[in-house]
Each structure stands twice: as C-alpha cells, then as structure tokens.
C-alpha cells in the first residue's frame, strides 16, 4: 500500500532563508506524487506534480527513487509561503482512479 | 468557471442520526472524490464516483456511503453517527476519463460537520 511520511508538523523559517520541506514515500510501482498547498482561509489546491518538473511560486521538487523521497524547496522563502503543505502519491489502484494519499502535513511559517 | 461548491458548510448532528452532505462539481467534471480531515488523521481518501459508478473506495466503515447523479453532482451519507465522525469533508472533482492519467483534482470549502 501507498505510504508517505511527512516527519515535520510545524516548520518555521526566516524570510529569505531557504526551506525544504520533506516527504518520503512508499509506493510499488512507478510512483505519481503531488504537492498540496493550503492557504489561510483557502482551498486546498495543486502547487506540483513530479511529472510537470516546473516551478510554481519558486518551489521545485524533484523524485529521489533512490531514497523514495520528492521534498519540496525552495531558495528564498517569502511570507505569502506561510500555508500547510501536503505530499500525496497517487494511489492507483484502477485505470483512471484519481485516488491521493496524503501525507500528514507540514505547517509552514515565514517569519519576517 | 464556478469552482466546487459543497452544502451545508457547517452541520451539527448528535450521535445516532444520519446526515447527508453534497457536492456539486465543476461543470463539465465527471469525478467526484470526498475526503474527510480530521486533525488526528490528517485528509483521507472516502472514496470516488466516476459516470455514476463508485471507482474506488477508502477503509472506512459501510456507514460512509455515496453516490452520484447523471449531471455529476454527489451526495454522502454518513448513518449512525459518533463522536469520532466530526471532522471537515471535502469534495473534489477532475476531468478524469477513464485514462490511466491523473488529472488535477479540484476541492470545495468544505462541510464542517460536528458530532454532539
């Protein structure tokens, strides 16, 4: 079964420091992950899929199948980064099932 | 584009009865996927309705139940309440076929619903 593990609950970062925010996962098969952004008072809404490798909002994650990781970076944090992120894999269990399992969440802070 | 819109918003039951919560995609969306959040459990997959049919489920006991309508809204139903089922529940919808691609999930407000 699909597994990921966010190990931080609560993160906090200066403005203009860099932050990482990990997520390791355990999936058979070739792995489809996600990262979920949640602002205050906001929906829950996409911020990446490994599959795109594009940068929104200066985050980037990249898939370590090697350490089953897909930890999201990025170089310079602003305040508007303050939000709670998720790492889901695609859970697929049938062709075409849109099925995410998420991890517990990390919540970001930015200090100014 | 409207987004996702899910009614009520905000529920309170006592334990025992049963509630049924809906979900109305956006337009043009066949799948319909509910999540509950919970602070101890953190977001959970309930389970999927594409073209009317149930596509995939979560490990939830068979009093969380769903279904969908020809225009693709989706109701659940939770019978029996407890304690335990107070927690927000999210709707999301997708374009998704019946591909094996993912397609961006889109989610509602939510329905906040309280278990006295």
Redo the contacts between chains.
């Keep these: 079964a699909q597994r990921v593990t966010q190990p931080e609950k609560l993160l906090s970062v200066f403005k203009g420091a860099p932050v990482e925010l990990k997520c390791n996962y355990s999936y058979s098969g070739s792995p ?1 992950l996600f990262w979920y952004v949640q602002y205050s008072r906001q ?4 911020l990446l ?1 490994h599959i795109s490798r594009e940068s929104i909002k200066g985050f980037t994650a990249d898939l370590n199948k090697g350490e089953t990781s897909f930890h999201l970076k990025k170089p310079f944090a602003q305040e508007e980064d303050s939000a709670m992120y ?1 790492c889901a894999p ?16 990390t919540r970001l802070t930015i200090n100014p | 584009k409207a987004g996702v819109t899910q009614t009520p918003r905000y529920l309170i039951k006592t334990r025992g009865q049963q509630v049924t919560l809906s979900c109305s995609p956006i337009s043009g969306h066949r799948s319909v996927s509910w999540y509950q959040q919970t602070p101890g459990q953190g977001l959970q997959f309930l389970f999927e309705y594409f073209s009317e049919t149930q596509r995939n489920k979560g490990n939830f006991p068979g009093r969380f139940s769903g279904r969908q309508f020809s225009n693709s809204r989706s109701e659940m139903n939770v019978s029996t309440l407890e304690l335990g089922d107070s927690a927000l529940y999210l709707c999301a919808s997708s374009l998704a076929g019946r591909g094996g691609s993912y397609n961006e999930q889109f989610f509602g407000p939510g329905t906040r619903l309280t278990v006295l």
């Design positions: 489809e929906r829950l809404q996409l899929r998720y695609r859970a697929e269990l049938i062709q075409g099932a849109q099925k995410l399992v998420f991890g517990q969440g």
